[in-house]
């Protein structure tokens, strides 16, 4: 069982910054690919990021160049920068742990075991 709190939500204008984290309470953190995923109201919850157990990363085509995923695994936690913030990246984001090894699709929601409570981030424009 892996128990994830996010926090560093807010508000911001556009064209700025805030950072995202995530603290995980697994014994061993470092077997699983954590997610980043955003939902905004009336929409689906979709892919934003994810970083490997080795800090590979992927990132949607919406926030590419703009978000950066990053991981310490000593302290069990996964970071989103998020720059350049837009009023369209308005959402509740969460992050999700799946163990490294699975086989499903590592950028839908169905892939991920875990998720966090969300925390909401307004972009005002």
């Known amino acids: 069982q892996v128990q994830l709190v996010e926090s560093g939500g807010g508000l911001v204008q556009a064209g700025g910054s805030l950072r995202l984290s995530c603290a995980a309470s697994?014994?061993?953190?470092?077997?699983?690919?954590m997610g980043w995923f955003r939902q905004a109201p009336g929409k689906e919850r979709e892919f934003v990021g994810r970083?490997?157990?080795?800090?590979?990363?992927y990132y949607a085509d919406s926030v590419k160049g703009r978000f950066t995923i990053s991981r310490d695994n000593a302290k069990n936690t996964v970071h989103l920068q998020m720059n350049s913030l837009k009023p369209e990246d308005t959402a509740v984001y969460y992050c999700?742990?799946?163990?490294?090894?699975?086989?499903?699709?590592?950028?839908?929601?169905?892939?991920?075991?875990?998720w966090g409570q969300g925390t909401q981030v307004t972009v005002s424009s």
């Open positions: 697994a014994r061993t953190f470092s077997i699983y690919t």
């Open positions: 970083i490997s157990w080795s800090g590979s990363t």
């Open positions: 999700a742990a799946r163990l490294a090894n699975s086989r499903t699709d590592a950028s839908t929601p169905y892939g991920y075991t875990y």
